[in-house]
């Protein structure tokens, strides 16, 4: 079977599914409202938030008594667009004392998933920066990748094209039709990566479908530098049963919903 893709680990798919998040010794807003504590972005539902009290620059700080290992972090369930707001990142390595650039700032335009990555950095805290509007947020994940051992096998299709076109039909005040709107909804997914060495498959993606098929949801980036941005935010994954074919190789499959924007 033949690959969508091969090669350097730059255009191989990845999915960041291990958040640090999760075991943060401290994590802490500038401010929050009532009811959108700094808390809910680590409880994986897009639909609990953290807001800010008021527009301008608010931060997001967690911090580790080790260090941990970085090297993206995600987001999900935000409203970015509709607020104005830009978000960029910062790691530092001596408990926020000093803060160094993490990846590139982003300013989606709507509620695209955000996945913004790096050269992997060790660190004892890292900030998120949002500036502009009072936006919401409802996931963001923070940690290092599993990067896929080989090119996704023919036929994927990603999230942003497997998506499913919905008609908005309004009326006019008298009741009849005008034009019409789509709108687009999640994505059904199928993903396979067939003939990958035993060994990266138990060491990789086991400990992924073992977290992840007891209903974790993850981010996945299927063709980074194809699609850049066409990060997924894929919850209800079902596996397959990690099958040997020949010389300890496996064939890795999954499918799952897959939301593009949130």
Not at 183 to 203: D, G, H, K, N, R
Not at 211 to 219: D, M
Request: aromatic fraction near 10%; glycine fraction near 8%.
């Amino acid at each position: 079977m033949s690959d969508v893709m091969d090669g350097t680990d730059q255009v191989r798919g990845r999915i960041h599914y291990d958040d640090e998040l999760q075991d943060a010794a401290t994590l802490v807003a500038s401010s929050e409202e009532s009811g959108f504590e700094v808390e809910n972005i680590t409880d994986t539902r897009i639909n609990t938030r953290w807001k800010p009290t008021s527009s301008g620059t608010h931060t997001i700080t967690a911090t580790w008594s080790t260090a941990i290992a970085v090297g993206c972090t995600c987001i999900a369930g935000h409203t970015f667009g509709a607020n104005s707001t830009a978000v960029s990142y910062e790691y530092s390595t001596n408990g926020g004392s000093t803060w160094n650039t993490f990846s590139t700032g982003s300013s989606p335009g709507g509620t695209e998933v955000i996945y913004a990555r790096d050269d992997q950095v060790n660190c004892n805290a890292f900030r998120w920066t949002f500036t502009g509007g009072q936006p919401e947020v409802g996931v963001i994940y923070l940690g290092t990748e599993m990067v896929f051992s080989r090119g996704i096998a023919t036929g994927f299709s990603t999230a942003l094209d497997a998506r499913t076109p919905k008609l908005i039909q309004a009326l006019n005040r008298n009741g009849n039709p005008i034009k019409a709107s789509v709108e687009y909804v999640q994505a059904q997914i199928s993903l396979s990566l067939p003939q990958v060495y035993s060994s990266w498959a138990q060491t990789n993606w086991r400990p992924f479908k073992n977290t992840c098929q007891a209903g974790r949801p993850f981010f996945l980036l299927a063709l980074p530098d194809h699609e850049p941005d066409g990060a997924a935010f894929c919850h209800s994954a079902k596996f397959n049963n990690m099958p040997y074919t020949d010389c300890l190789l496996q064939d890795l499959s999954f499918t799952c919903r897959a939301d593009t924007e949130t």
